[in-house]
């Protein structure tokens, strides 16, 4: 299966930022993409009090409406890394869902671990202010096998991906906004940890550079094999990066350790 991954420097102009996703799926098509994968906060990238205004309805919102046509007219799967969502007068859910070839939609998957942190004199976000975290984990069945939705901070939950293999997971997905302090540290590192200790594909797509003043992402999407490689890595810019995902390669890994299958479950 063929999988893009969309780097994007997404900011507060929805309008603009859904012009050039556009762009980039299309793109994407043309170079053969079955699956493409955009990342978290997609369509408006702000202060965390800024997302409550660009929440939109799904699937009756603008932003989702524009990905059920895109996937139908080009013949792919989008993973919406997030939009935001309405939850109440005061909160959204950060949400993430697939769009299906037909245009359906699967399931919706909302953010779990909130990011609350406060790294003196260097960053300090509280997410739980403006978001409700959700409480459901979220599945995809795709062409290649199924795949577990998860958004940015999530990463550092390991217990989160491996229920997901628990339920046949072969694809983690980690769209994100990492913050470039963090991402610089820890990135790279916590993702190829997941698709090493889970045997599994994760495909992250993240925002790369200032968004808002004082404020900038990390960016350098990658698609991760289940034998911790990187296969494929965004540049340091916008676009669109391309890898194929290869079925054998989660076969092999599991076959040759079977770590999944020695779990311990009389002892921990």
């Not at 960053?123 to 409480?135: I, L, V, Y």
């Not at 990135?187 to 997941?194: D, G, M, P, V």
């Not at 296969?231 to 290869?246: M, N, P, Q, Y």
Request: overall charge negative.
């Amino acid at each position: 299966m063929k999988v893009a991954v969309i780097q994007l420097n997404s900011r507060q102009d929805k309008q603009h930022n859904l012009k050039k996703i556009e762009r980039f799926i299309r793109e994407a098509a043309t170079a053969g993409a079955e699956l493409v994968s955009l990342p978290e906060n997609c369509n408006f990238l702000g202060q965390d009090a800024e997302k409550i205004h660009s929440a939109e309805e799904i699937p009756t919102g603008q932003t989702t409406q524009l990905f059920q046509q895109l996937a139908k007219e080009l013949n792919l799967f989008i993973h919406v890394g997030s939009i935001t969502e309405p939850y109440s007068d005061t909160k959204s859910y950060n949400t993430s869902y697939v769009v299906f070839p037909d245009g359906e939609l699967s399931r919706r998957y909302r953010k779990i671990h909130l990011f609350d942190i406060d790294i003196p004199g260097v960053s300090t976000h509280k997410e739980s202010d403006f978001f409700e975290a959700g409480s459901t984990l979220e599945t995809v069945e795709l062409p290649f096998g199924k795949a577990g939705l998860s958004i940015c901070y999530d990463l550092r939950f390991p217990e989160l991906y491996r229920q997901y293999v628990k339920q046949g997971a072969k694809i983690l997905f980690v769209p994100a906004a990492f913050t470039r302090y963090t991402g610089m540290l820890h990135w790279e590192s916590l993702l190829r940890a997941r698709a090493i200790e889970n045997q599994c594909y994760v495909i992250a797509a993240g925002q790369h550079g200032t968004y808002h003043p004082g404020k900038e992402c990390f960016g350098n999407s990658m698609i991760i094999d289940p034998w911790g490689v990187v296969v494929a890595r965004a540049s340091e810019e916008e676009g669109v990066t391309i890898a194929d995902l290869k079925s054998e390669l989660v076969e092999s890994a599991r076959s040759n350790i079977p770590a999944l299958t020695h779990t311990r479950n009389d002892v921990y």
